[in-house]
């Protein structure tokens, strides 16, 4: 029932960083990313002398920040937390950014980092002083401070508990000095399996929800799902697509939902409201099954006139607080995505329902998505330069595989991107990386490696605003390093495109002020030892790109191109007026 430490050392010589590292290890931790200090050695120490020879690997970054994308990324892929740490103060600090972008996505990440020694509270110590608890008081779902060697597996173990429990987000665990490099008793070294102190099955819905739920649904004409980031979260897929394909209901996907549903499914409808048909469907349909999703940005909030206000709503959530919170529902069921959808898919086999959905419904949504695809199809095919932005996503996501991994980081590219994603072909699940709730830029490298790592039979790829690359240029470094092949594109407009576009937009600049950017980023890139080249010719896009690939080095590809407003932009900027 309880694994006994045994190994060659003392109980005298095991100290707390040995009890951090075998905690995790027996949580499936495999991937800890961040920069060493003085006062967390003992646990860097036993990660080198005991992790590694058990199948953990320390990722050594060159800014905190990034080790918190890094540690993202390795979520986003696998499904599975990895750990981010950084020193006392500075290091911490430089942590929450990265932080901030996985929380607000909702991903599982473990966040570690030391606390000076309590003699020095209130001393002017160097690098003391910051009240690290309280600075991510707002952001992390549960943190823990431990100055008690013989508690830092338990305080792990409190950790996963919440980590898995409801809807994940980071969790935070500080350490003292004292926690660290003290001596572990006996009973400190005692470690309980999962299943001993966490539930390990996901909750189900309350069946009298589910039979209200399908009573609904088998009354509607128009329905439509919203699949959401809990339906990948739970890795809920083949649930979602027996509900909607096998009773001919229309789906969209959220940001965090790209690829639960594609454009290999008969009765996708696309990703995010902004996509060709998905207007239509939230406009005209009488009954909305919300799926792990909160409704926010993306979704237009759920509200009028964007969204029908009188069609029926059911939402799914693990989380309580998000039912509701953005547009009334007429039924709530809390419960693990998957679970309900299982539950949901039993219900209506048990009535022998068939298709649920009013003949005329599915092929209209679907001519709508035609509609808007055809519409690109002269800038998907542009041959002109500077290159179209829409010609160099058409060639980057046919050329990629529907299962290699796509990290999307910037502004203006990354609305582009998001709004093409699957026009052209299909995106496996967890295969697309984005900070979507948060925007955060900066992500392309780090993510790039972290998926590298998760998954590292796979090819990865970014695409990059030329603003966005710079931010964690030196994660480069890392991925020389640790000889870790990615390519990242860099659409190029010179501008902070966003910000240009609001200037044009709202202030009538003929010529926006203080947005021009221009860097040579093929010669920075080379500076690294990366395989990088420019690209001005669109007929040369996929043979850069396999160029890229056959490098098996980072790779990097500066691609010049026009500067246009996304189409989705107007939609976008509308949601401005929607009253809350």
Not at 58 to 63: E, G, L, S
Request: hydrophobic letters at 40%; glycine letters at 10%; charged letters at 20%.
């Amino acid at each position: 029932m309880v694994d006994e430490i045994k190994e060659e050392q003392t109980p005298q010589s095991f100290h707390g960083g040995d009890a951090l590292v075998r905690a995790l290890h027996a949580e499936g931790v495999d991937h800890v990313f961040g920069i060493p200090g003085g006062e967390f050695l003992p646990f860097l120490e036993a990660l080198d002398r005991w992790g590694v020879s058990n199948g953990m690997h320390y990722v050594n970054v060159r800014n905190e920040t990034a080790a918190a994308h890094m540690a993202d990324a390795y979520a986003r892929v696998t499904g599975k937390p990895a750990v981010c740490c950084g020193t006392v103060g500075p290091g911490f600090a430089n942590l929450i950014p990265g932080i901030v972008t996985a929380a607000w996505d909702n991903i599982p990440m473990v966040v570690i980092h030391p606390q000076q020694g309590p003699k020095f509270d209130d001393q002017h110590r160097f690098q003391g002083g910051l009240d690290q608890l309280g600075m991510l008081r707002q952001i992390v779902k549960y943190q823990k401070h431990e100055s008690n060697p013989n508690r830092v597996v338990v305080t792990v173990q409190k950790a996963f508990k919440e980590l898995t429990a409801g809807r994940p987000r980071p969790v935070q665990l500080e350490f003292r000095e004292d926690a660290m490099w003290g001596a572990v008793e006996d009973y400190g070294m005692r470690i309980l399996k999962p299943s001993q102190y966490r539930a390990i099955a996901p909750p189900a819905g309350n069946p009298e929800t589910i039979k209200v739920a399908c009573d609904l649904l088998m009354k509607a004409q128009k329905p439509l799902i919203v699949s959401g980031g809990g339906v990948l979260a739970s890795n809920s897929w083949d649930a979602l697509r027996k509900l909607s394909l096998g009773h001919r209901i229309p789906c969209i996907t959220t940001d965090m939902g790209t690829g639960t549903m594609s454009s290999n499914h008969e009765t996708f409808i696309g990703t995010t409201i902004s996509a060709g048909g998905a207007q239509k469907a939230a406009r005209e349909c009488d009954f909305v099954l919300l799926l792990g999703t909160k409704l926010g940005f993306d979704m237009a909030y759920g509200k009028a006139p964007i969204w029908n206000a009188d069609a029926r709503a059911v939402q799914v959530d693990i989380d309580p607080f998000m039912i509701g919170k953005n547009r009334p529902v007429d039924l709530g069921i809390l419960g693990d995505a998957g679970v309900v959808l299982g539950q949901l898919n039993e219900e209506l086999e048990r009535r022998g329902a068939k298709d649920l959905s009013a003949p005329a419904w599915l092929p209209a949504l679907k001519k709508e998505r035609e509609l808007a695809i055809q519409t690109l199809k002269a800038k998907f095919e542009s041959t002109k330069t500077p290159i179209e932005p829409h010609r160099l996503i058409a060639d980057l996501t046919t050329f990629m595989n529907p299962d290699d991994v796509l990290c999307v980081d910037g502004g203006d590219i990354a609305v582009l991107v998001m709004n093409d994603i699957d026009f052209l072909k299909h995106r496996e699940p967890r295969t697309v990386l984005r900070s979507s709730a948060l925007g955060m830029l900066g992500t392309c490298i780090p993510y790039a490696i972290g998926a590298k790592l998760g998954k590292p039979g796979k090819r990865v790829f970014s695409i990059t605003g030329d603003g966005s690359f710079l931010f964690h240029v030196q994660e480069l470094d890392t991925a020389i390093k640790y000889c870790l092949p990615f390519v990242i594109v860099i659409a190029d407009n010179c501008k902070w495109g966003m910000i240009a576009n609001r200037e044009k937009s709202d202030f009538k600049k003929r010529d926006p002020f203080c947005v021009d950017l221009c860097s040579n980023y093929v010669s920075i890139a080379k500076g690294f030892g990366c395989y990088a080249e420019r690209v001005e010719d669109p007929a040369q896009i996929k043979p850069a790109l396999q160029r890229a690939v056959d490098s098996e080095l980072p790779a990097v590809l500066q691609v010049p191109i026009k500067f246009v407003t996304p189409p989705g932009t107007t939609i976008l900027q509308s949601f401005g007026n929607l009253k809350f």
